[in-house]
Nanobody
């Protein structure tokens, strides 16, 4: 019963900042990559940022220089610091984690999503 719980979404003005958190809990043996994705109305879900177990990071071009992904392995938590937010960043943000349990190989788990709305 692995679960990912997200927090930190909300309404912010353009140019503002938000920090998203996502904590994994349950019968976890190990966690490989973790990441953040987003889905705006009428659009497909897209990758925002990923971070490996060794803290190697990747970002989509539209957020480079503005967003920072990080993780705390001791807490099984991934963060997304979002600065200089733009209206086009408005979307539901989902965290994801590739988690191995005692009885299964790595499986992709998803959070329920948290709404981020950036006003003009």
């Amino acid at each position: 019963q692995v679960q990912l719980v997200e927090s930190g979404g909300g309404l912010v003005q353009a140019g503002g900042s938000l920090r998203l958190s996502c904590a994994a809990s349950g019968s976890i043996f190990s966690i490989n990559a973790m990441g953040w994705y987003r889905q705006a109305p009428g659009k497909q879900r897209e990758l925002v940022a990923t971070i490996t177990s060794g803290s190697n990071t990747h970002y989509t071009d539209s957020v480079k220089g503005r967003f920072t992904i990080s993780r705390d392995n001791a807490k099984n938590t991934v963060y997304l610091q979002m600065n200089s937010l733009k209206p086009e960043d408005t979307a539901v943000y989902y965290c994801a984690a590739d988690i191995r349990t005692v009885v299964a190989i790595y499986h992709r788990y998803w959070g329920q999503g948290t709404q981020v709305t950036v006003s003009s």
